[in-house]
């Protein structure tokens, strides 16, 4: 079974940090493109972040810019989000995805939310 589950997501106050991480099985994310998004209630989904599979490349969203890092770790199946300076518009929940030609999978999510 292919599965993507995220973790780390919690409760920070504004300018506070977490570490996301992604862990996948059931297939290797060595030939993938790994993203994270973020849907707020009442918002659609956005594209926060995207490492190429290779590493070499990384795209992010102008609101996260600066502030947040993606990277990956193969080796061990697990890609990660650091995110520093947290806002309160940060607040979402955070959503791992594997892409490669016509094949994606999707994680179940975790909760982000910054607030004092």
């Known amino acids: 079974q292919v599965q993507l589950v995220e973790s780390g997501g919690g409760l920070v106050q504004p300018g506070g940090s977490l570490r996301l991480s992604c862990a996948a099985s059931?297939?290797?994310?060595?030939?993938?493109?790994m993203s994270w998004y973020r849907q707020a209630p009442g918002k659609e989904r956005e594209l926060i972040a995207r490492?190429?599979?290779?590493?070499?490349?990384?795209t992010y969203a102008d609101s996260v810019k600066g502030r947040f890092t993606i990277s990956r770790d193969d080796a061990k199946n697990t890609v990660y989000l650091q995110m520093n300076s947290l806002k309160p518009e940060d607040t979402a929940v955070y959503s791992c995805?594997?892409?490669?030609?016509?094949?994606?999978?999707w994680g179940q999510g975790t909760q982000v939310t910054v607030s004092s």
């Open positions: 995805n594997a892409q490669r030609f016509w094949v994606e999978y």
């Open positions: 059931g297939f290797t994310i060595t030939t993938y493109s």
């Open positions: 490492i190429t599979k290779s590493g070499g490349s990384t």
